[in-house]
């Protein structure tokens, strides 16, 4: 009986290292990885404030992408969040663009 209680345990145990085997992907450095790993979706406490390395045209851009028109007064403020007003189904509006490529318009 000790003897398959020694042998359940170490199955288990060897089992426990294969799982912990499993690799990641390796880390890109082309420099096209994607702010945002799911475009299609937004972070549901955007705008997040971070170290946002968008430059201004490419925020300009992404909020153009965004279907946002007459963009002006794109600022990016302390948090790291591109601030600026523009409209969108002609309506005026204030929109936000964090380091994840979120946009969020109020």
Not at 60 to 76: F, H, S
């Amino acid at each position: 009986m000790k003897n398959l209680l020694l042998a359940a345990v170490f199955l288990g145990a060897s089992t426990l290292g294969a799982l912990a085997q499993t690799a990641t992907p390796p880390a890109r450095t082309d420099g096209d990885t994607p702010a945002v790993a799911t475009p299609d979706t937004t972070n549901p406490t955007a705008p997040v404030a971070g170290s946002n390395s968008f430059t201004e045209e490419q925020a300009k851009e992404r909020l153009a992408d965004g279907g946002y028109t007459e963009i002006t007064g794109l600022k990016l403020d302390e948090t790291g969040v591109w601030r600026a007003t523009a409209m969108k189904d002609g309506k005026s509006v204030a929109v936000a663009l964090d380091y994840q490529g979120n946009i969020v318009a109020n």
